[in-house]
């Protein structure tokens, strides 16, 4: 289970049925691996069916997305022991509830009110920015530093940024020829 996923995915191939072969997308793991989609399938149970999990041969880990196990209906639910996957409809008592993130473009975004003499909010984001997001974002604010991208996200000076942490692996080749 990973709520950093944004699709299923998996490295083992006989997990899957109905596997089609597609050129997808490159998908970045932790430091500077990753691997090319080449398959997606149907993962199944007998109880819960989930399409559309993609097929990286280099992924040593199965994952299965919160947000799109949530998108199909279905609630999650986390203990110091066990995720649980809940049937769609279920509903949790409003008066267990203590604090709420609302899911937005994919991610769950905490709000917690500040008890002084601060008007407003602080809004906390568990997330760091993709490689391919990071790159995006560095093209987007005219190829600058990593360092002023992320000191513009942290200091809310650039809107419409859901992330708090970019990370660019190799310099940019546009930034190169520059210099």
Not at 66 to 95: M, R, V, W
Not at 110 to 119: D, E, K, R
Request: hydrophobic share 35%; with cysteine.
């Amino acid at each position: 289970m990973d709520s950093g996923a944004s699709r299923h995915m998996t490295g083992t191939l006989h997990l899957l049925k109905n596997v089609q072969s597609i050129q997808g997308g490159y998908v970045g793991f932790t430091g500077n691996q990753g691997g090319q989609i080449v398959g997606e399938g149907t993962l199944s149970n007998g109880k819960v069916m989930f399409k559309n999990v993609n097929y990286i041969t280099e992924l040593e880990n199965n994952l299965l997305s919160i947000s799109q196990i949530c998108y199909k209906g279905f609630s999650t639910h986390f203990t110091n022991q066990d995720c649980l996957i809940l049937k769609p409809g279920y509903k949790i008592p409003g008066e267990w509830i203590l604090m709420k993130a609302p899911r937005e473009n994919d991610l769950y975004v905490l709000t917690m009110n500040v008890a002084s003499s601060i008007q407003g909010t602080v809004q906390c984001f568990v997330t760091k920015a993709s490689k391919n997001e990071s790159v995006l974002w560095h093209r987007r604010m005219g190829h600058i530093n990593v360092r002023k991208m992320n000191n513009l996200v942290h200091n809310q000076l650039v809107e419409g940024v859901n992330v708090k942490g970019f990370h660019l692996s190799s310099e940019c080749l546009s930034c190169k020829k520059r210099n």
